[in-house]
């Protein structure tokens, strides 16, 4: 271990900056090492939560004792604090240089029909490996087919409940497409839906929606499909004006019916930090009247124009006719669904959904990874 003696009194730097096995260096803030202490005092060891409250530590703390080898950092402090942190765990949270994102994300156009994204229900109901591909898969491109689904009321609900809790709305824990005689919604006519992201009347709509087609009768009804990601990059390449209305104005969305008023603000686009695009909220059918400042009024008008402009554009859709047995995944705060309307006097069309939250979902991929990745071995 090579060792470096530091007086307390000794004037220097806040940086502690170490030099990785491959050859890469990051620096390391006094304070954030102290604050992220990984011992027992500082972590609870069961439940890995942060016991230190950092805001009282003291600001200008600073080390008076390094030790380095090639798998530790071991720091004493000036309040006489040990510190010990592993190489491999400093490295993957250095916080001096870009990070690859921890998901992967691929935006799409009409062309991703040729080769559209499928599983087998079987397989991701039986194999945590399928699943996870399954999982990483939906992530990626925002939308999945699951192929060789049962005919039963339970099967979407299974599959669902193999990522995470359920998510209830208003309409309950799950739901029927279906014509009905009284609809309080468009969904539940015959008529055609353009394509739109659901309750974005809501504070946080659903993140991950499934549609699972157990009866396919009728004529028409053919889904329709939008990357909301792959129209915003259009949008902010093209037209940046309309690109910032877009992100900053925030559209009134409500709905309604005899049990609920639901309402919200956010604007179509959401980015975020980083200016990456974050969540997409549209659907004209529940857009309230506009309340923004009357020299607004044309450009977001335009804007949203030019938003459903891209949405109607063959190039940036995809339709496809859901057939018995096949359930439709999508991330409904990023890709747009819709449908063609559909004859009801020519046959029946019923499908079953759910919800299920982003939050549920990634954190399933994570585990999956870690499991996973404990139980293969150095061969494999």
Avoid: K
């Amino acid at each position: 271990m090579t060792e470096t003696e530091l007086p307390a009194e000794t004037d220097m730097t806040s940086i502690v900056e170490v030099v990785f096995s491959d050859g890469t260096s990051s620096a390391f803030h006094h304070l954030w090492l102290r604050s992220n202490c990984l011992c027992a005092q500082c972590l609870h060891p069961q439940t890995r939560e942060r016991t230190v409250r950092s805001h009282q530590l003291d600001p200008q703390v600073r080390p008076v004792h390094i030790g380095l080898d090639n798998h530790h950092l071991a720091i004493t402090w000036t309040d006489g604090h040990v510190s010990v942190f592993a190489l491999s765990w400093l490295q993957d949270h250095r916080y001096d240089v870009a990070r690859r994102p921890e998901f992967e994300v691929r935006s799409w156009d009409s062309t991703i029909l040729l080769q559209p994204p499928t599983v087998d229900y079987g397989q991701v109901i039986c194999d945590d490996a399928a699943l996870l591909h399954f999982a990483e898969q939906l992530w990626c491109h925002g939308v999945t087919f699951v192929r060789a689904t049962p005919s039963t009321n339970d099967a979407v609900l299974r599959l669902a409940e193999r990522v995470g809790f359920i998510r209830a709305t208003n309409f309950g824990r799950d739901f029927e497409v279906v014509a009905m005689v009284e609809p309080n919604n468009v969904a539940y006519t015959s008529l055609e839906l353009c394509v739109h992201t659901d309750a974005p009347n809501t504070e946080t709509p659903p993140g991950i929606q499934f549609l699972h087609c157990l009866v396919a009768d009728a004529p028409g009804g053919e889904s329709t499909l939008v990357d909301g990601y792959f129209v915003a990059e259009q949008i902010r390449r093209d037209d940046p004006i309309a690109f910032d209305i877009l992100t900053t104005v925030a559209i009134p969305y409500r709905f309604h019916d005899g049990r609920s008023d639901i309402r919200s603000h956010a604007p179509v686009i959401g980015c975020r930090f980083d200016g990456t695009i974050g969540d997409i909220r549209f659907h004209d059918a529940l857009m309230e009247p506009l309340d923004v400042a009357p020299e607004l009024v044309e450009a977001t008008f335009r804007a949203l124009r030019l938003f459903d402009r891209w949405c109607q554009d063959p190039a940036a859709r995809i339709e496809r006719r859901l057939e018995v047995g096949e359930i439709m995944v999508f991330h409904n705060r990023r890709v747009l669904h819709g449908r063609r309307a559909f004859d009801p006097v020519g046959g029946a069309r019923h499908l079953h959904g759910c919800y299920v939250d982003t939050d549920e979902w990634l954190s399933r991929i994570r585990v999956l990874r870690r499991t996973i990745g404990q139980q293969l071995t150095p061969e494999e």
